[in-house]
């Protein structure tokens, strides 16, 4: 076997010069094309972590938010609540009192009824009473003996009671 050196340089400076060729057009390139994409990796990362973050920040936000909102509306239905009751007592209470002061009231008419009643009752019989009377004795009253005479009795059976 025989080795052309000739070829062999020729062989190694073609290597040598594609090498040079590679390196200047393909090999700088290539990497500055990794480190380009290398960088805008880390800046899509360090976007996305700061996005994680700014959405776990709104959701605790949005969380706070909720919780106050739910304990607003608790409030809000327990007062409308305790607002019903006490307007519910207070209607019941309203009513009690209008109905025992009806019931005072139509006891008083009554009472003033029944008073007036028995008054023309007495009245009555006093008138009658003393026509009677008039009519044992056989003589008529005069207008003022009447009258006197009916006062009298009234004030008798009107103490009676």
Do not use: C
Request: net charge negative; charged share 30%.
């Amino acid at each position: 076997m025989h080795i052309d050196y000739h070829d062999l340089i020729w062989a190694i400076i073609n290597f040598v010069v594609l090498l040079a060729i590679l390196y200047k057009f393909l090999y700088g390139p290539l990497l500055k094309m990794m480190e380009n994409r290398q960088n805008e990796i880390k800046n899509n990362i360090s976007q996305a972590e700061e996005i994680r973050n700014e959405a776990e920040t709104l959701r605790v936000q949005l969380t706070a938010e909720l919780d106050k909102a739910r304990k607003e509306a608790q409030e809000i239905i327990a007062n409308a609540t305790k607002i019903g009751e006490e307007t519910k007592n207070s209607i019941i209470t309203e009513a009690k009192n209008s109905a025992v002061k009806m019931t005072e009231k139509a006891q008083e008419e009554i009472q003033r009824e029944k008073e007036q009643a028995l008054a023309d009752i007495r009245n009555e019989v006093a008138s009658l009473a003393i026509l009677a009377a008039g009519k044992v004795l056989g003589k008529a009253m005069t207008g003022e003996e009447h009258k006197k005479l009916v006062d009298k009795y009234i004030q008798e059976v009107g103490g009676i009671q």
